[in-house]
Nanobody, 129 residues
Framework: QVHLVESGGGSVQAGGSLRLSCTAF????????MGWFRQAPGKEREGVAT???????NYADSVKGRFTISQDNGRNTLYLQMNSLKPEDTAMYYC???????????????????????WGQGTQVTVSS
């Protein structure tokens, strides 16, 4: 059973930075996708960024150029570096993961949240103006 634990959320003023971490426990296999999603009050969960086992990344248009997703395979940890934060980035941020069926497969599209089988408990990010 895969267990994902996020950390690093908090409160910051607009223009500031935060780094989120997600450690994966019990995760095995070499074909995978991991990503960050967020959900603001009253809104649907949306994809922020994904990265697959080949290191291929995808970003939501709203965060391109400001957020960077990365992974440390040796520590089974996923990161999200968030710079130039805006009030509209305020949300609960979730780490998610799924196994991929084939070698060199790409991540599911971020809107296909149901394709991600494992989810963390979330970490709150609040950006004040």
């Amino acid at each position: 059973q895969v267990h994902l634990v996020e950390s690093g959320g908090g409160s910051v003023q607009a223009g500031g930075s935060l780094r989120l971490s997600c450690t994966a426990f019990g995760y095995t296999g070499s074909n995978y996708c991991m990503g960050w999603f967020r959900q603001a009050p009253g809104k649907e969960r949306e994809g922020v960024a994904t990265i697959d086992s080949d290191g291929i990344t995808n970003y939501a248009d709203s965060v391109k150029g400001r957020f960077t997703i990365s992974q440390d395979n040796g520590r089974n940890t996923l990161y999200l570096q968030m710079n130039s934060l805006k009030p509209e980035d305020t949300a609960m941020y979730y780490c998610a993961a799924t196994y991929l069926r084939y070698l060199h497969s790409r991540c599911p599209a971020m809107e296909r949240t149901y394709d991600y089988n494992y989810w963390g408990q979330g970490t709150q990010v609040t950006v004040s103006s």
